[in-house]
């Protein structure tokens, strides 16, 4: 019986180590943003305007982390056009469901640790959405 109980716990590992390698595998390359949006705590939601790409590098052989940049530039409604550009590595987590980011400035000091849900994962469509500082959820849509 502990016999096959050791078994299923062993597959059960490779079996989700397996899905963040190929979740990793499958984000890899350049993404170009089609929609951002932020939703308050009250359930109001406002979209930005603008354009931008997230580019995530290719993991390394048996790896589920890597670099990534992120470059856009955003106007929401009412307010001046903003630049965001951000650095650092990701890590797939939890299944392949989740990653966490490490943002890094320009001399690899980190500045920011997030953890992405990704909504949808396929190979021309990616979501993901994270808390901000501010209590806000923000959804970015992407597409290839």
């Known amino acids: 019986m502990k016999a096959i109980i050791t078994l299923f716990i062993l597959l059960w590992v490779l079996i989700s180590c397996d899905k963040q390698k190929q979740s990793a ?17 009250e359930g109001l939601s406002t979209f930005a305007t603008g354009t931008g790409s ?19 530039t955003l106007a929401f409604p009412g307010a001046a056009q903003s630049s965001i550009s951000e650095q650092g590595t990701y890590e797939m987590i939890e299944k392949g469901d989740y990653m966490t980011v490490k ?14 849900r990704i909504l949808v994962q396929t190979k021309t469509d990616l979501a993901l959405e994270y808390p901000d500082n501010l209590g806000n959820y923000v959804t970015l849509i992407f597409s290839r």
């Open 25 to 41: 595998r499958q984000l890899a390359g350049t993404w170009e943003l089609t929609s951002y949006k932020v939703k308050n705590a």
């Open 54 to 72: 997230i580019h995530f590098d290719k993991c390394v052989k048996n790896s589920i982390q890597s670099s990534f940049t992120f470059n856009a």
């Open 103 to 116: 943002q890094l400035d320009t001399l690899g000091t980190e500045i920011g640790v997030y953890t992405y």
